[in-house]
Structures are given as structure tokens and as C-alpha cells.
């Protein structure tokens, strides 16, 4: 970047920085965001494929999932970066639905650059997108349909729709059950769920079919002690978040001892401190200890004598889980322990689960937090399962909130499509031409679902629509038969979040790229234009430097 001051050059960005001005810079961005849509777009349905993914250390991650797929690539472009940002938000928001908001980016920038070839100025189309991002949002509400909380059947299809095509298919229907039964027992008498209380465990072994839920919490630790019992009932249990160890001074002090006697009694005197803290322990009533910090050898000595069973370095997070699980309040100081802080749990074990023991805390009052043992032949297997149960609690959760569902297999967006066509014709003017060209973009997700199922994605779009010009909104493509059907008897169903986010997220992407007209990319740091580790060393050092500034060619 120059600028003349009376025919002489002025430099102003570094040297070795890029800019790229105007149309190219737009279609540089565009380029970068098409390719990522492109790399996640053969995932989408239930016959996508998976990607295998190897990181620089060698591990493996086989996955179909978008957001994980994006995460795992070392993306560069920053443009491309935006795209993983519409699938990380999809993903917090709703937990499903990445695929389809990344594609949907990808086509509406593909649209909106055929747009721009025609010299429609980017202000427009982004003006255009707007609109007609806001109408597919009231056409999506209007075409919902209310599911009731306690509508077992209905939630149960919910979590089927999302499992589809990730690698859960073998045991979908055990699974099904599984995330059901989770959302319904974490979920709040006000209608939220917080999908953090339900807990997935991993365990390599077995089959898919092992997987089971344990109304209560797992811990994957073991006892501190093995003289502690391995299983206590009607446990009345103590959440610490505190060592269960001698004080240390605050500040730096140092003690001198002068003679063996001095020593002993020190040592003596640390005893009495740790068995004074066991003490107070005892006296609650507690027979479970729960420790997130720290407990010392001769703690563990007392607590094992007393018959305590004691964990200790517990994540917060599974102190949070069994807080709810047990009602007993998280401790932080040893002076504060109280028979009103304690928990209850009809039983807590520590058990073997493939060759690894676990500390199971069951039969509570009121299980608010469930853990979910999930098993599988191999590590990538399970991983991919944790991950399907992940999206599917998700979208299950997000249903009991919102109570309202849309049908899938591309039913709402060939829907949105059609009736945004419309709207198009009624806006007129310049934005018509963006609000035609969004419209046509939402095709992009039944076409893929064709393409990925081996179909011929005109025919089938064709027929979907024809099906809804005649009226019929809930048909879809059934990508297992090749024909279109009524989505809602087939039971492929979704949050209506899942579609309203992905449209949000994604009209928003394309517009925020569409925007740009310059990008200015400042040199790499080490890209050659620094001095060299001999010259630096000729130079003494950063101390010839001047502090940086002594080098014409840094600043």
C-alpha cells in the first residue's frame, strides 16, 4: 500500500504485507468459503459419507459430523474462518444442523456472485438477504408443528432424525431410548433443559448395545484407600472444595529445627492437624467424601478407619452434576462442614468397568443428573457415538424448550423456497433480484440430500416441487426409496431451531463476506523479512536493535 507525496513513494503497510482490493478480493472470499461448504457437503443426510480426519501427531478422527470436520481442519483463510464460526454457533445454540448452515452459506455466496457479474452492487444483495432471511424465519414458524413435552414417541423420532448417518446407526433405537429417558429426567418443572447434567462416559468394550443409563452420577475415579469400602449404602455424602490437608503459610516462611526432638513434635503436631480435619469430617455424619482438591496419606489413613469411602480431584463439573444429583451443597472450607450440607444417595460403589474402576453414585432422591455409559468395539467407534448422542440430546432438549418441530428431508426448505419466490415478486425493485436468489439457494440442501443418496437431484426436485405447489408442505425426499413422501408419517422430524438458526447463521456469514472489498494482510511474522538468527547474534542481540526500532525495515 503507497501513497505519492510528489511523485515519491510512501510506503505505509509493512513491508511484505498483501492487499487485495475490489472484485477480487470478493472473489477471493467467496472462493474460501465455497471450498469449505464443499469439504462438509458430502456429510449431509443419512447417506452422507464420513471424513477421516489426521492431525500432525497422527491421530485419527473418523467423523461425519460438520462442526467437528471444520474444527478439525487447520483452516487459514479468514474468510473460511467465518464459515466454522456459523457451524461453532450452530453447534452451541442448537447442537445439530451444522452441515446445513455451512452449505447454505456456501450457495447463497455462490448465488451472490452471479449476482455480482451482473454488477449488482454487494450493499444490494446484502440488503436483499436480509429480507429475505427474516421471511424464511416467519415461514418456518408459520409451517411448524407443536410437540408436547411428555410426547415420548414424537422426541424419540427427533433423536432417530439426528443420529441418521453418524456412526450410532447400529443401535439407533437402544440410543433413542437412551436420550429420551435423559432429557425427560434432567429437565426442569419450568421447561429448560441443561444438557450438562446428562454425562457421557466412554468405555472401550463391548458393543453399541451395552450402552446404558445410570440414573445418577459416574465418576471415573477410583477410591483413595484401598482399606475403604467398596460400597456404601444410604450414603449421606460431603462435596469439599477443599484440601483435606495440613495449612501451608501464606507467605514464604522457614522453620528451624535444631534437635531430633523438634522434629518429632513437628511431625507429631502435623498429625494432629490432618486427624483434627478427619474429625470434623466424622462428626457430620458423612460416610462419602467427595474431594475436588487434594487429600494427604495420613488423611486417607484416618478416613479408611473411620469407613469413609473418599474420591479425590473431581472435576467441578462433576461436583456441579452431583450437587444436583445427591442435594448436597459443595463445601469450601473444612470450618463450614454441616449435617445440613450433606447429600443423600441410596447407594455409592466403585465398580469395574472395562478393567477400570468407577465410582457409580445411585438411587438419589431426585436423579436431576444422569450419566450415560456408552460402549463400543473400537475408540473411533465411540467417539463417533458420543458425538451422535451428543447432537441428538441436543435437539431432543431444544424440542421440550421450544415445544415445535419442522419435518426434514428437505421439505421446509423447498417450501421456503417457494414461497420467499413469491415474496420476491412482491418486493420488486433491485432486492427482488437477491430475495430470488436466496430462494433458489435453500434447493441446495434436498439437492445434496439426492446427490449424496446416488439420486438425480433434478428429477427429485422436480418432484418435491410439484408436491408442494399442490399444497402438500410436508413432503420430502425419501432418500432410502428415491421418492418424495410425507415427512411426518416417515417420522423425520426436527426442532423448528435447528432450520431457523441455520438460515440465521448463514444469511448472516454471507452477507458479512459479501461486504468486504478489501482485504489488507500483514506480512508474516518470519517470512523472511526480519534480520537472521546470525545476523540478530552479529548485531548483540536485540540490544544492537535499538528495541526494535532500531531496524529501518520492522517498523
Keep these: 500500500m503507497t501513497a505519492n507525496l510528489g511523485g515519491q513513494p510512501i510506503l505505509i503497510l509493512k513491508e511484505g504485507s498483501q492487499r487485495t482490493r475490489g472484485r477480487d478480493a470478493q472473489g477471493a472470499n467467496i472462493a474460501a468459503a465455497k471450498a469449505v461448504a464443499s469439504a462438509v457437503r458430502t456429510t449431509l443426510g443419512p447417506k452422507g459419507m464420513d471424513k477421516m ?90 409451517i411448524a408443528i407443536d410437540v408436547r413435552a411428555d410426547d415420548i414417541e414424537m422426541l424419540k423420532k427427533i433423536a432417530d432424525t439426528a443420529m441418521t448417518g453418524k456412526g450410532a446407526e447400529a443401535a439407533k433405537e437402544k440410543l433413542c431410548d437412551l436420550v429420551v429417558k435423559a432429557v425427560t429426567m434432567i429437565a426442569d418443572e419450568d421447561g429448560t433443559v441443561n444438557t450438562d447434567y446428562a454425562k457421557v462416559e466412554k468405555k472401550v468394550g463391548g458393543s453399541i448395545e451395552d450402552s446404558e443409563i445410570i440414573e445418577g452420577v459416574v465418576i471415573d475415579k477410583e477410591r483413595v484407600h484401598p482399606g475403604m469400602p467398596k460400597l456404601v449404602k444410604d450414603a449421606k455424602i460431603l462435596l469439599l472444595n477443599a484440601p483435606v490437608e495440613f495449612k501451608k503459610t501464606e507467605v514464604d516462611a522457614e522453620i528451624s529445627i535444631t534437635s531430633p526432638d523438634q522434629l518429632q513434635m513437628f511431625l507429631d503436631e502435623e498429625e494432629r492437624m490432618i486427624r483434627a480435619i478427619v474429625e470434623k469430617i466424622v462428626a457430620s455424619g458423612a460416610n462419602v467424601l467427595f474431594c475436588q482438591k487434594g487429600i494427604d496419606d495420613i488423611a486417607q489413613h484416618y478416613l479408611a478407619k473411620a469407613g469413609i469411602i473418599a474420591v479425590r480431584r473431581i472435576k467441578k463439573s462433576d461436583m456441579e452434576k452431583l450437587s444436583r444429583a445427591t442435594g ?58 458420543d458425538r451422535a448422542l451428543e447432537d441428538a440430546l441436543r435437539v431432543v432438549s431444544v424440542a421440550v424448550e421450544d415445544h415445535k418441530f419442522v419435518v426434514g428431508g428437505g421439505a421446509p426448505e423447498i417450501e421456503v423456497s417457494l414461497r420467499l419466490s413469491d415474496y420476491a415478486a412482491s418486493v420488486g425493485g433491485r432486492a427482488q433480484l437477491a430475495i430470488e436468489a436466496f430462494a433458489n ?92 538468527p546470525e545476523e540478530m547474534a552479529a548485531m548483540g542481540g536485540m540490544g544492537g536493535m535499538g528495541g526494535m526500532g532500531g531496524m529501518p525495515g520492522m517498523m
Excluded at 465410582?359 to 468395539?377: S, W, Y
Excluded at 482485504?519 to 517470512?527: F, N, P, W
Aim: hydrophobic fraction near 45%; aromatic fraction near 2%; glycine fraction near 8%.
Design 441 to 532: 439457494a435453500m434447493e441446495i440442501i434436498p439437492r445434496t440430500l439426492a446427490e449424496n443418496a446416488g439420486l438425480d437431484p433434478i428429477d427429485m426436485l422436480v418432484e418435491l416441487r410439484a408436491a408442494h405447489e399442490k399444497g402438500d408442505k410436508l413432503a420430502g425426499l425419501n432418500v432410502f426409496d428415491g421418492r418424495t413422501e410425507n415427512m411426518l408419517e416417515a417420522g423425520i422430524i426436527e426442532p423448528l431451531r435447528v432450520k431457523t438458526q441455520a438460515v440465521a447463521s448463514a444469511a448472516e456469514a454471507a452477507v458479512m463476506i459479501l461486504r468486504i472489498d478489501d482485504v489488507i494482510a500483514a506480512s508474516k511474522m518470519g517470512g523472511g523479512e526480519g534480520p537472521s
Design 53 to 142: 480426519l489426521v492431525d500432525t501427531i497422527g491421530d485419527v478422527v473418523i467423523t461425519n459430523d460438520g462442526v467437528t470436520i471444520l474444527k478439525e481442519m487447520d483452516i487459514e483463510h479468514p474468510a473460511a474462518k467465518m464459515m466454522v464460526e456459523v457451524a461453532k454457533t450452530q453447534d452451541d445454540e442448537v447442537g445439530d444442523g451444522t452441515t446445513t448452515a455451512v452449505v447454505v452459506a456456501g450457495e447463497l455466496l455462490k448465488k451472490a456472485e452471479n449476482l455480482l457479474e451482473q454488477d449488482v452492487h454487494p450493499t444490494v444483495i446484502a440488503h436483499g438477504y436480509r429480507m429475505a432471511a427474516e421471511k424464511a424465519q416467519e415461514i418456518l414458524k408459520e
Design 328 to 385: 448436597a451443597t459443595v463445601v469450601s472450607s473444612i470450618d463450614a462442614i454441616d449435617v445440613s450440607e450433606l447429600g443423600f444417595a441410596g447407594r455409592v460403589e466403585e465398580k469395574k468397568v472395562s478393567g477400570e474402576e468407577m465410582i457409580f453414585v445411585t438411587e438419589c432422591k431426585n436423579p436431576k443428573a444422569v450419566t450415560l455409559m456408552i460402549h463400543g468395539g473400537t475408540e473411533h467407534v465411540v467417539d463417533e457415538v
